[in-house]
């Protein structure tokens, strides 16, 4: 069942680049290249958390597993 859009929680552009952990312009050029969703208040431009959170799971690479190479003895 989905949130509605008002017990949505919105955040702020440092409110995202504090989580993300990244200076002010990266959340920035997000919203202005629109790779990330958000709503524009007026001048107030705020992402909603549960669109921040599917952009982080969208962005995780995971992990290869190798197969593992037997070590020689020297």
Avoid at 63 to 71: H, K, L, V
């Amino acid at each position: 069942m989905e949130a509605s859009p008002l017990a949505e929680k919105y955040l702020s552009l440092p409110e995202v680049a504090e989580i993300l952990g990244t200076t002010i312009r990266f959340p920035r050029r997000l919203v202005e290249e629109r790779r990330i969703e958000f709503k524009r208040f007026g001048r107030h431009v705020r992402i909603a958390e549960s669109v921040l959170n599917a952009y982080i799971d969208q962005c995780t690479v995971s992990t290869i597993r190798r197969p593992s190479r037997g070590r020689r003895a020297a």
